[in-house]
């Protein structure tokens, strides 16, 4: 993953905790329960669009550039099945 890509992901996590912030912000001030539910929703699926992102980036870079030299710095060598299993426990969790 290239650098633009780390600070844009970084972003997209420091916005996340700022919700999660505004969340904590809503209960202390009493706030409408519906207002801060909708507020929940919208962390949830911003989190469903990071997870989107990295899962797609693994597809990419892991799983498809499997010894292209293009996955991450840190994957370790798998076999076909190996990978497999790994996408498939990863979306398992991902969409529980």
């Known amino acids: 993953m290239n650098g633009t890509s780390q600070k844009r992901l ?6 996340i905790a700022g919700q ?11 706030r ?11 962390v949830r699926s911003a989190l469903d669009a ?4 990295l899962l ?3 597809l990419e870079m892991c799983v498809l550039g499997h010894g292209s030299g ?7 060598p798998m076999t ?5 299993d790994e996408v498939k ?6 969409l529980k």
């Open 10 to 15: 970084a972003t997209r996590v420091k916005r």
């Open 20 to 30: 999660v912030g505004g969340i904590e912000r809503m209960l202390e001030d009493k």
């Open 32 to 42: 409408y329960c519906v207002d801060i539910l909708n507020q929940i929703a919208a």
């Open 50 to 53: 990071l997870g989107i992102e």
């Open 56 to 58: 797609t980036r693994h």
């Open 70 to 76: 293009s996955e991450h710095e840190t994957a370790k």
């Open 80 to 84: 076909q099945q190996e990978l497999l």
């Open 89 to 94: 426990t990863a979306l398992s969790r991902f």
